[in-house]
């Protein structure tokens, strides 16, 4: 990020936030949304449409908040609250250019196509199969009564 103009904390933001507004706002996460329904006795899904709305809203304001930041830094880098600390990082990367930027190799195609099929089957066993809850909600739930 430094190299683009920015400072550290907005990779940092960037990793973070979207990491912790997916878990908590997860629509589809397997664990968070499948096993929480499972126990709850509600149908698989239900519910999406309101889940959908709030990960779009949440994960808006949060794109919202760290552009806002993100062109701050790179208006006035000395506004930075990591300013010092990467000046060292302005000063070695600043010799690299994006001119000269590689296109998508094969590899790199495969990692991604793999990746979405991954996703897709995920998806799928879950909407399609109901996977991997009639394993874990009756554990969970195990544990949620012995605790009483």
């Not at 908590?24 to 309101?50: K, R």
């Not at 998806?123 to 991997?132: A, D, E, F, P």
Request: glycine share 10%; hydrophobic share 50%; proline share 3%.
């Amino acid at each position: 990020m430094v190299s683009m103009g920015f400072d550290s904390m907005v990779g940092l933001m960037m990793v973070h936030f979207s990491v912790a507004v997916g878990a908590s706002v997860a629509f589809i996460n397997p664990y968070n949304v499948g096993v929480g329904q499972a126990l709850a006795e509600v149908p698989m899904m239900s519910g999406i449409g309101v889940r959908i709305a709030m990960w779009a809203v949440m994960m808006g304001l949060t794109s919202i908040y760290i552009l806002r930041y993100a062109l701050k830094v790179k208006a006035h880098p000395e506004t930075s609250i990591c300013y010092e600390s990467d000046l060292k990082k302005r000063e070695e990367y600043g010799k690299y250019t994006t001119d000269a930027l590689e296109g998508l190799s094969v590899r790199g195609s495969l990692v991604i196509i793999l990746t979405l099929a991954g996703l897709a089957l995920i998806v799928y066993g879950v909407m399609k199969q109901g996977c991997l809850f009639e394993v874990e909600a009756p554990q969970v739930e195990c544990l949620l009564h012995q605790q009483k």
